[in-house]
């Protein structure tokens, strides 16, 4: 009984912090209103999710892709045996 009760303080707790810390957030909207004005001149799409995914993510997204390739590389290196190739 002690147990369900600390837990749900617990969560009480969680919840009444993240319920302050979205009250006391600010939207920056600077960056949208860039998009919104400068997205078409500078990538010349005329959809805005795809200028953003293909000219401005672009490095993000080669980046995320090289780092997913190193881990399964790691992984696969240390999980290999002695004995055994791949």
């Known amino acids: 009984m002690i ?13 009444v912090f993240f319920m302050i810390t979205i009250s006391d ?7 949208k209103d ?3 004005e ?3 001149k500078e990538t010349g799409s005329q959809n805005l999710i795809t200028a953003v995914y293909l000219d401005y993510r672009l490095y993000d997204s ?3 892709a090289g780092v997913l390739l ?3 590389s790691g992984i696969i ?8 190739v791949l």
């Open 3 to 15: 147990k369900k009760i600390l837990v749900l303080l617990m969560l009480f707790t969680i919840l």
């Open 70 to 72: 190193v881990t399964v």
């Open 38 to 40: 400068n997205g078409y």
């Open 77 to 84: 290196f240390m999980s290999k045996k002695d004995d055994e």
């Open 25 to 31: 957030f600010n939207i920056n909207t600077y960056t």
């Open 62 to 64: 080669i980046f995320e």
């Open 34 to 36: 860039y998009l919104l």
